[in-house]
């Protein structure tokens, strides 16, 4: 039986690491490493995680000054001994046959190197399952264009299982300085080198919405690198040369971009370097966005962005 490393970062998650731990432990898999990686908690965190290494030989606790969520789980995956790598956040939880079902893709066919599966969503309004159009079995380029679009499998880190072989050999890790996205741009740089991957649509993990993220919170710089994490996507998978996951990156692209103008206008300005930047891109993304599968509302606010783009200094 594959050990499988589970790497769950925690902040400030007292009310919701229990569960979580539990939901791990309770694995029908239980060949696992858990790693526990506080990130700077002021509340009962660390004393959580040290009681739960005292009751499971298989969990083992870091503790490092609060440097963010991308800083714990490389931390993380630094300190992994498993084949396979998992990465649950604190305040979700999973489905007692998760690791197994997505270790057994693995074990059916030897060129399958990423095993994903779906998930639902808890949000104020209660839970959804995002609607995930994809094929079962998928090929290299076919899995990184699926990462995008709105019925897209996503860019989360949580609802997939990685071979560590294919993160050590390529160096791979999420990049720090990147504070929204940064989980879809880790999964962009592993899709390059992967070979065939395969689709679950069973629900299999719990994601809880945090309405206080970086996500959904007041504009800022750190909000802002939404942007820079499209860019550097841009940049990696113009290895595949492929037209098909440019469009549908570039498309995904567009719609961040819109939704960031709104913000930077509020916030920064119709003449700040922010808004020079996301016109660059807007002016960058070719006319058959208005093709993609994204809603009237995208599209409508695209054809004014892209005209004004031309002019813009």
């Known amino acids: 039986m594959d050990l499988v490393t589970v790497i769950i970062p925690a902040y400030n998650a007292e009310r919701t690491l229990g569960r979580c731990l539990e939901s791990v432990k309770n694995q029908t898999h239980q060949n696992l490493e858990i790693l526990l990686i506080n990130d700077g908690s002021t509340d009962r965190t660390q004393t959580l995680c040290e009681e739960y290494v005292k009751r499971d030989a298989r969990i083992k606790a870091f503790a490092q000054e609060n440097k963010g969520v991308s800083a714990a789980r490389n931390l993380g995956i630094r300190e992994a001994s498993g084949e396979f790598v998992a990465f649950v956040d604190a305040d979700d939880y999973i489905e007692k046959d998760m690791i197994r079902l997505l270790c057994q893709i693995y074990q059916d066919n030897g060129q399958m190197d990423w095993a994903i599966c779906n998930c639902d969503i808890s949000m104020e309004q209660g839970y959804q399952t995002p609607e995930m159009r994809c094929e079962e079995y998928m090929t290299q380029v076919q899995a990184v264009c699926s990462l995008f679009g709105p019925k897209s499998i996503r860019g989360y880190l949580c609802n997939k299982l990685f071979r560590m072989d294919i993160i050590r050999k390529y160096g791979l890790s999420?990049?720090?300085?990147?504070?929204?996205?940064?989980?879809?741009?880790?999964?962009?740089?592993?899709?390059?080198?992967?070979?065939?991957?395969?689709?679950?649509?069973?629900?299999?993990?719990?994601?809880?919405?945090?309405?206080?993220?970086?996500?959904?919170?007041?504009?800022s710089q750190k909000r802002f690198t939404e942007f820079y994490a499209f860019e550097k996507m841009r940049d990696i998978v113009r290895e595949l040369d492929d037209r098909g996951v440019d469009?549908?990156?570039?498309?995904?692209?567009?719609?961040?971009?819109?939704?960031?103008?709104?913000?930077?206008?509020?916030?920064?300005?119709?003449?700040?370097?922010?808004?020079?930047?996301?016109?660059?891109?807007?002016?960058?993304?070719?006319?058959?966005?208005?093709?993609?599968?994204?809603?009237?509302?995208?599209?409508?606010?695209?054809?004014?962005?892209?005209?004004?783009?031309?002019?813009?200094?």
Not at 259 to 287: A, D, H, Q, T, Y
């Open 247 to 313: 469009d549908a990156l570039d498309g995904e692209y567009m719609t961040v971009c819109i939704r960031l103008v709104k913000k930077v206008l509020k916030n920064r300005g119709f003449c700040s370097e922010e808004m020079k930047e996301l016109m660059r891109g807007i002016r960058s993304v070719k006319w058959n966005f208005l093709c993609s599968d994204w809603g009237g509302k995208y599209k409508a606010c695209y054809v004014p962005l892209k005209i004004l783009s031309w002019f813009y200094f």
């Open 174 to 219: 999420l990049d720090e300085t990147i504070h929204v996205c940064e989980d879809l741009l880790f999964c962009c740089q592993y899709g390059l080198h992967i070979r065939y991957a395969r689709y679950t649509e069973r629900k299999l993990y719990h994601y809880i919405m945090n309405l206080q993220g970086a996500t959904w919170g007041q504009y």
